[in-house]
């Protein structure tokens, strides 16, 4: 099994007191856009989906990040998303 993580992007700012009502996710924040990352399943995503269009902020990208665990590893021939055989 792969283990993986979700981010969302969305413009603009996420005021300080909505972010950190919605928990466990951790955000970053640019010049335009707000990366709110660490949400741990699709359960979170889709609460924290929820709660951003309740609050009416624009959502840019949702990412799934993939990171290999020890059953890919046992397994050669499966590739973690977004590798290439090339890259090897």
Known sequence: MVD???EIRV???VPEQDLRDMGAVTPAVDKVNTVIYGI?????LYGVLAR???LGIEVV???RIVYPS???KAR???????VDDEDQ
């Open 4 to 6: 993986a993580t979700y």
């Open 11 to 13: 413009a603009g700012a």
């Open 40 to 44: 741990a399943d699709q359960t979170a």
């Open 52 to 54: 951003l269009r309740a």
């Open 61 to 63: 990208e949702v990412r």
């Open 70 to 72: 020890s059953a890919s």
């Open 76 to 82: 050669p021939d499966i590739q973690p998303e977004g």
